[in-house]
């Protein structure tokens, strides 16, 4: 009788699924991959999308959870820039409801900004950095603010809201304007990171900055200008303080390099004869040149007839 055969074992099936993450009086002269989170099969079409608050509360079992949470935030900024999300710009961008928001403000994340861009720069600001200078994580952060963007947007009106713009105009135009723009500046100098501003391309909306272009606006339209002329006042001017505060900022030579750069002209006087007469490299009157700058610009604005 033959022996019965002993059937082998079937081989097993492996099943594997992975976790992705993802702005009249004249006002002319006058006198490794990531562990996964959870276990199990989704429900069918369910996008896997990581609660960030457990992504913080799981940092300690995982590793790779930062890595996580990093990839969640950057994903959420691909969003808002794409259509249909909202605007950019922070003062246009409805703000999120209340409702179940971390102990976390507004303002303690601009008080933090602006003493860390003091600080440190411009270049030195990072989310990461401003969270862990909060005590909060990245991911608490971004409930109040959407992007690096905003968190300059708001600090630099911070700064506007330091000095207060006058409650009410003077007898002259003229006057007005400059006790403004010397505001204004005095208010950059104490951030000198501010200065680099306007090479963001950003428009300033902030409710501070728009108090104090309503001052110099109103003042301009007293003097006699309107539409495109008004504009193009306000712009010189502006250009003129954010200018000459960068300028003060970014060159500070030492006495040494200021030597160096007057010889360096004296040994080309035939090639730069003005420019070595005058030695304008040397010249580091910020607050003198300053005002003689804004009197030819006023003064150029005044002359100009209207029409």
Partial sequence: MAAKGT?????????????????????????GGPAPLAAGKPAHGAAHRPD?????????????????????????ERRRSTPGHPPGNVWIRPTRAKKGEPPLT?????????????????????????????????????WHVATKDDVVDLAVDAIFGETAVPDRHGASPRDDV?????????????????????????????????????????ALERAGLSGTRLNAATWV???HVMGSTAVQSNLQLSADEAEAGRAYLAERRDQYPTVAANNYIADDDWDANFATGLEFLLDGIGARPAG
Avoid: C
């Fill in 7 to 31: 059937a082998s074992p079937r081989p097993g099936r492996a099943r594997g699924r992975a976790i992705s993450g993802q702005r009249a009086t004249p006002i002319g002269r006058r006198a």
């Fill in 237 to 239: 001017l502006y250009n």
């Fill in 106 to 142: 507004r303002e303690r994340i601009v008080d933090a900004a602006v003493a860390l861009l003091d600080e440190e720069g411009m270049d030195r600001l990072t989310m990461r950095r401003l969270a862990e200078r909060l005590q909060a994580g990245a991911t608490t952060l971004y």
């Fill in 52 to 76: 960030r608050a457990k992504l913080v509360r799981d940092d300690a079992q995982h590793p790779d959870a930062r890595r996580l949470e990093v990839n969640v935030i950057a994903a959420g």
């Fill in 178 to 218: 400059t006790t403004l723009l010397d505001g204004w500046r005095r208010a950059l100098l104490r951030h000198p990171w501010a200065a680099s501003v306007p090479a963001r391309q950003r428009p300033l909306l902030g409710p501070n900055f728009l108090a104090w272009m309503e001052f110099l606006q109103s």
